[in-house]
């Protein structure tokens, strides 16, 4: 390990001195059309949506060309299908991604594989790729050492399931066995938390660790300052040790003035978001999306608080992180959203906020200052109502 470190080291300084220097990426798939469109975005750069770097039909064969002054992880995708992979890609570097991509599915739920793909001219790639598989393994066995164990309660809650019977999962769960199993399920909680850390900290001389932080954690919180205070100083000052010291010591918004962005309305029309006066009381900045469950699952919330309050000074904005423009319209008409919606294309507002997550609100008032941040559920309907007492 202090060979592979070393070799990091080296490669990280050298990326630091060769500033803005560009990896090309080349493909060469099989099993795709020609009309298909491949997806470029950045990986582990952030927990609830991965930036576009760009896309590109199939058929089109320049390489992206992506400019780097250190070593990143770049996610591959395509358009409309679930699954991707990951390559880890440094400064100067010449890659090639080749394979077969592999088609399935059905109308709804549209899945490509990537299993047979394989990438050359990136020197990371394989131990970055040997990292992730052992990670991945190790929380298999778990998985598959609870099930082994607890057979019978998986078979009687997949029957229950099946059946539509949630008393009989209740009932099981308050049965001796049923409570031996969760209390088996809470205790791999901290076995996959010590191995993560574990991983971790075997690279915490380099980008590596920061990087696989970001990349396995989850979203990260003072919790984990622990994990960032361990990494070398080197380690700290690369994109990802940024990155990770951001969530970790998050700075707030709280009483700065809101920042003018620019977005795209629901017309396809460029608008700029000035919030210096808003014409009610109280704006909520709403940053979401149609692929995430959870701000989903909060827009029943932003809806009563709207109806609530909208004729008593209060007005929402919704900004969206979706990368399809056709998919967030949609969304927007399946889930009625009644106030102004705009669609991030450029990724302005996501950086000017500092969003690392969604969903994420800010709560602006009449003078365009931000007067609360990142609350959601009982905890922004509560401020909500206080500010209108």
Same mark, same amino acid.
């Given at each position: 390990?202090?060979?592979?470190?070393?070799?990091?080291?080296?490669? &990280?300084?050298?990326?630091?001195?060769?500033?803005?220097?560009?990896?090309?990426?080349?493909?060469?798939?099989? =099993?795709? !059309?020609?009309?298909?469109?491949?997806?470029?975005?950045?990986?582990?750069?952030?927990?609830?949506?991965?930036?576009?770097?760009?896309?590109?039909?199939?058929?089109? %064969?320049?390489?992206?060309?992506?400019?780097?002054?250190?070593?990143?992880?770049?996610? &591959?995708?395509?358009?409309?299908?679930?699954?991707?992979?990951?390559?880890?890609?440094?400064?100067?570097?010449?890659?090639?991604?080749?394979?077969?991509?592999?088609?399935?599915?059905?109308?709804?739920?549209? %899945?490509?594989?990537?299993?047979?793909?394989?990438?050359?001219?990136? %020197? *990371?790639?394989?131990?970055?790729?040997?990292?992730?598989?052992?990670?991945?393994?190790?929380?298999?066995?778990?998985?598959?050492?609870?099930?082994?164990?607890?057979?019978?309660?998986?078979?009687?809650?997949?029957? %229950?399931?099946?059946?539509?019977?949630?008393? !009989?999962?209740?009932?099981?769960?308050?049965?001796?066995?049923?409570?031996?199993?969760?209390?088996?399920?809470?205790?791999?909680?901290?076995?996959?938390?010590?191995?993560?850390?574990?991983?971790?900290?075997?690279?915490?001389?380099?980008?590596?660790?920061?990087?696989?932080?970001?990349?396995?954690?989850?979203?990260?919180?003072?919790?984990?300052?622990?994990?960032?205070?361990?990494?070398?100083?080197?380690?700290?000052?690369?994109?990802?040790?940024?990155?990770?010291?951001?969530?970790?010591?998050?700075?707030?918004?709280?009483?700065?003035?809101?920042?003018?962005?620019?977005?795209?309305?629901?017309?396809?029309?460029?608008?700029? &978001?000035?919030?210096?006066?808003?014409?009610?009381?109280?704006?909520?900045?709403?940053?979401?999306?149609?692929?995430?469950?959870?701000?989903?699952?909060?827009?029943?919330? *932003?809806?009563?608080?709207?109806?609530?309050?909208?004729?008593?000074?209060?007005?929402?904005? =919704?900004?969206?992180?979706?990368?399809?423009?056709?998919?967030?319209?949609?969304?927007? =008409?399946?889930?009625?959203?009644?106030?102004?919606?705009?669609?991030?294309?450029?990724?302005?507002?996501?950086?000017?906020?500092?969003?690392?997550?969604?969903?994420?609100?800010?709560?602006?008032?009449?003078? =365009?200052?931000?007067?609360?941040?990142? &609350?959601?559920?009982?905890?922004?309907?509560?401020?909500?109502?206080?500010?209108?007492?």
């Amino acid at each position: 390990m202090k060979i592979k470190s070393l070799l990091l080291t080296l490669m &990280l300084a050298t990326a630091a001195q060769a500033q803005n220097s560009s990896t090309s990426l080349s493909f060469d798939l099989k =099993g795709l !059309a020609p009309t298909d469109t491949l997806m470029l975005q950045w990986g582990a750069n952030n927990k609830s949506m991965n930036p576009l770097i760009g896309k590109r039909s199939v058929g089109d %064969a320049q390489p992206f060309v992506i400019p780097l002054d250190e070593p990143r992880l770049v996610v &591959l995708s395509l358009k409309g299908y679930q699954g991707s992979y990951e390559m880890l890609v440094a400064p100067g570097e010449e890659v090639v991604v080749s394979g077969r991509v592999k088609m399935g599915g059905d109308d709804r739920n549209m %899945a490509a594989s990537f299993r047979r793909v394989r990438v050359r001219g990136a %020197a *990371l790639q394989d131990e970055y790729a040997g990292i992730i598989q052992a990670y991945q393994q190790h929380q298999d066995s778990i998985d598959l050492g609870v099930f082994n164990e607890y057979k019978d309660v998986y078979r009687l809650i997949e029957k %229950a399931k099946a059946s539509n019977d949630e008393q !009989a999962i209740a009932d099981m769960y308050q049965t001796l066995h049923g409570q031996s199993y969760i209390d088996r399920v809470m205790q791999t909680y901290q076995e996959r938390q010590d191995y993560l850390v574990k991983t971790v900290e075997r690279h915490a001389d380099s980008f590596m660790g920061p990087l696989l932080l970001l990349r396995l954690a989850g979203p990260l919180g003072k919790s984990w300052r622990p994990q960032y205070d361990k990494l070398s100083p080197q380690a700290r000052q690369s994109y990802y040790g940024k990155a990770v010291h951001d969530e970790v010591y998050p700075q707030t918004m709280i009483d700065e003035k809101a920042s003018s962005v620019s977005v795209s309305d629901t017309l396809g029309n460029e608008a700029v &978001l000035c919030f210096n006066k808003i014409p009610g009381k109280y704006l909520i900045l709403d940053f979401w999306a149609s692929w995430c469950e959870p701000c989903r699952k909060e827009m029943p919330n *932003l809806k009563r608080i709207y109806e609530r309050f909208h004729h008593r000074g209060l007005d929402i904005a =919704g900004i969206s992180a979706d990368h399809d423009e056709e998919v967030w319209l949609e969304a927007l =008409g399946e889930l009625d959203v009644p106030w102004a919606n705009y669609l991030d294309v450029n990724r302005q507002a996501i950086t000017e906020y500092k969003v690392m997550y969604i969903p994420s609100t800010f709560i602006i008032d009449q003078n =365009g200052v931000i007067i609360a941040e990142k &609350l959601r559920g009982k905890d922004l309907s509560d401020f909500i109502e206080n500010l209108f007492k």
